[in-house]
Each structure stands twice: as structure tokens, then as C-alpha cells.
């Protein structure tokens, strides 16, 4: 990170006073700050306004933590409590590698410095998991985020950009009356879905970015690769940063999510798990044995224990919770 040039609330902000800011950080949040460390936190704050601007604006980016409740801001961060105090060291130098990683980040630093998970904090608009958000655009377009998703609105003279950071994004795109015309265009890191006329969704993964068409249509342009592809109305298709992948047809239960529903007709037990894990902090496992058993129902988002909790009812299978956030589907024991 050497050379990053930081900044807090968008003034420039000496780089040693971030990863001082940081460093606190670290250590409230794990949960294990002894008394004279948190009296040394207030004190620091106290000793200078940058100190105190620092603060402020990594606390804001980190989630909005007030008092840093020393249990729930551990969870927050990591997902999971840590089993014992001596694990301690551990959870420091964790969090502490995470801050030195992400404070370019989180103060707002250049692109090429901040991770994936300081992008999200740092995006116009975005949701944590399980949480869904709709927005109305500059140009009255709607945009509905899932769970887990951030994006960028970038609106100029010329065109209607929405930047898909992370997750996935339905758009309702509004009727274009500016002259000259601008398009409207979702980017991903893999390359540009346009709408033409268009409801559609858009979701980025690691390795390529698919599009579901509602209504209209979508042309899918690489960002590496030449030509382009139309998915229509009734169809998905998707792109790698090389090259579109054939369309496909698909229903409207791609996009239950919206009202708050996982629908599935006969889908393997390992992808049911990855679908609902977006959905839920922690870790989703399946035993092989199982991963391919099929399931069918509807599901919905906003409780997911019992999701889980009911599978042995319609599937041979136990599920087992080995900690609050670690979740294994295993095959039924014989009892």
C-alpha cells in the first residue's frame, strides 16, 4: 500500500493516522480490548481532530458501529464467536491483516488499493446479507438489490451506467427522453449488459456474470472478447471477461427473490444450500453423500433457521449446527 494516498469524508488524511485508526479498530472489534486499552482508545481520540475524523469515518464505513459492543462487533466482522479467550492473538492478527488490507479502502483511497469488501462499503448504494433495497434512479429507472450486493450510479451526459460492485441487481428501466440519447448500461468486472427497452436482471460471480431478461431485451458485450449477444424476454445468458454463453430459456422463479421467496422444482441439495448462503451469514455444508438429492418447494428468506431445521422432514438427511454460523447437511444417521 505504499504511495496510497487516503481520505476521509473526501479530504486527504495522513496515511499513518488511518492505520492508527485501523489498529484501534482491530482490537475493539475483537472482542477481547481490556479496560486500559479502550481508556487508551478515548484518549487517542481525544488527542487531535484528525484523530477524531479518522475515527469517525472508518467506524462509519465498517457498519455504522457506535460503542463497538465488544460481542456484537466481533460477530458483525467475523461472522462467528470466537471459542475461547486465548484465541485472542489469533482474532488480533486476523483483524489486524484485514486492516491493513482494506484501510486504503475503507478511507476512500484509489481503486487499485481497496479489496472487494471495501468497494462494497464504499459504493453509492448497497445491502448486507440478507437485506434487499430497491432504488429509484436519476432517470426514474428502478434498481432492486439482493442480498449481498453493492453498486455505483454514474449518470453523465452521455449515458446511464450503474456498476455492479458485487451481488445481483434487477433493473426496471426507465423511458430514455434526453437528447441525445444515452443508453443504459450494468457493468461487472466480466464486461456490459445494455438494456434495450428492458426489466432484466444482472448477477456477478467469480467467474462470469449472468443475465435473466423479465421484458425487452439485453446485449452482452465481453470485456475482453469480440462481438456480442441479444438475450430476449423469457431467456438467460451470461459472459465471461472473454466471451458470451449461449441463452437459455428461463422462468419467473428466477426472480422470487424479490418477494422475499427461494423457489426450487427438483434442485440438487448442494445448490439449494449455495442459494440460500446468500442469504445468511456463516457457512452452508453438504456431506457428497447428499449433495445430489433433489428438492422442491418454496422457501422463504426471512427465516432460514427453519428452512434448515425442516429439511429432514422431506429429505433423508440431519443438519447439524456446530456453531451458530456453521451449518452441515449430512447424511441421517441410523437410530
Known amino acids: 500500500m505504499r504511495g496510497a494516498k487516503v481520505y476521509a469524508n473526501g479530504q486527504p488524511i495522513d496515511l499513518a493516522i488511518a492505520m492508527q485508526a485501523a489498529e484501534w479498530l482491530t482490537t475493539l472489534m475483537s472482542g477481547a480490548a481490556t479496560p486500559a486499552e479502550q481508556t487508551a482508545w478515548r484518549h487517542w481520540r481525544q488527542a487531535h481532530p484528525e484523530h477524531e475524523r479518522a475515527w469517525r469515518h472508518i467506524e462509519h464505513v465498517s457498519g455504522g458501529l457506535r460503542e463497538l459492543d465488544a460481542q456484537a462487533s466481533r460477530k458483525a466482522l467475523l461472522h462467528g464467536p470466537m471459542s475461547r479467550p486465548a484465541s485472542r492473538r489469533k482474532s488480533l492478527q486476523l483483524l489486524a491483516c484485514m486492516a491493513s488490507i482494506g484501510v486504503a479502502g475503507w478511507f476512500g483511497a484509489r481503486p487499485e488499493y481497496a479489496p472487494g469488501f471495501a468497494r462494497a462499503a464504499l459504493a453509492d448504494a448497497s445491502t448486507g446479507v440478507g437485506e434487499r433495497r430497491e432504488l429509484t434512479l436519476p432517470d426514474g429507472s428502478r434498481a432492486h438489490l439482493n442480498s449481498g450486493s453493492a453498486v455505483n450510479i454514474r449518470f453523465t451526459g452521455t449515458q446511464r451506467l450503474l456498476q455492479?460492485?458485487?451481488?445481483?441487481?434487477?433493473?426496471?428501466?426507465?423511458?430514455?427522453?434526453?437528447?441525445?440519447?444515452?443508453?443504459?448500461?450494468?457493468?461487472?468486472?466480466?464486461?456490459?449488459?445494455?438494456?434495450?427497452?428492458?426489466?432484466?436482471?444482472?448477477?456477478?460471480?467469480?467467474?462470469?456474470?449472468?443475465?435473466?431478461?423479465?421484458?425487452?431485451?439485453?446485449?452482452?458485450?465481453?470485456?475482453?472478447?469480440?462481438?456480442?449477444?441479444?438475450?430476449?424476454?423469457?431467456?438467460?445468458?451470461?459472459?465471461?471477461?472473454?466471451?458470451?454463453?449461449?441463452?437459455?430459456?428461463?422462468?419467473?422463479?428466477?426472480?422470487?427473490?424479490?418477494?422475499?421467496?427461494?423457489?426450487?422444482?427438483?434442485?440438487?441439495?448442494?445448490?439449494?444450500?449455495?442459494?440460500?448462503?446468500?442469504?445468511?451469514?456463516?457457512?452452508?455444508?453438504?456431506?457428497?453423500?447428499?449433495?445430489?438429492?433433489?428438492?422442491?418447494?418454496?422457501?422463504?428468506?426471512?427465516?432460514?433457521?427453519?428452512?434448515?431445521?425442516?429439511?429432514?422432514?422431506?429429505?433423508?438427511?440431519?443438519?447439524?449446527?456446530?456453531?451458530?454460523?456453521?451449518?452441515?447437511?449430512?447424511?441421517?444417521?441410523?437410530?
Not at 453423500?289 to 427453519?306: E, H, K, T, W
Not at 434448515?308 to 451449518?327: A, G, I
Open 164 to 335: 455492479l460492485v458485487q451481488g445481483e441487481v434487477f433493473i426496471a428501466t426507465a423511458r430514455e427522453t434526453g437528447v441525445p440519447y444515452r443508453p443504459f448500461l450494468v457493468e461487472t468486472a466480466h464486461g456490459h449488459a445494455q438494456a434495450l427497452g428492458t426489466r432484466y436482471s444482472v448477477r456477478q460471480g467469480d467467474e462470469r456474470s449472468t443475465v435473466a431478461v423479465e421484458e425487452g431485451a439485453v446485449r452482452l458485450t465481453p470485456r475482453h472478447g469480440d462481438g456480442s449477444l441479444v438475450i430476449r424476454a423469457g431467456q438467460g445468458g451470461g459472459m465471461t471477461a472473454q466471451q458470451t454463453l449461449p441463452a437459455h430459456a428461463v422462468t419467473p422463479d428466477i426472480w422470487a427473490w424479490r418477494q422475499g421467496l427461494l423457489l426450487a422444482d427438483g434442485m440438487p441439495l448442494r445448490d439449494f444450500l449455495h442459494e440460500l448462503s446468500r442469504y445468511r451469514h456463516g457457512l452452508l455444508g453438504c456431506d457428497d453423500a447428499v449433495a445430489r438429492l433433489r428438492i422442491s418447494g418454496v422457501f422463504p428468506l426471512a427465516d432460514l433457521d427453519a428452512v434448515l431445521l425442516s429439511l429432514p422432514n422431506s429429505l433423508p438427511v440431519d443438519v447439524r449446527l456446530r456453531t451458530r454460523y456453521w451449518v452441515q447437511v449430512e447424511a441421517r444417521q441410523q437410530r
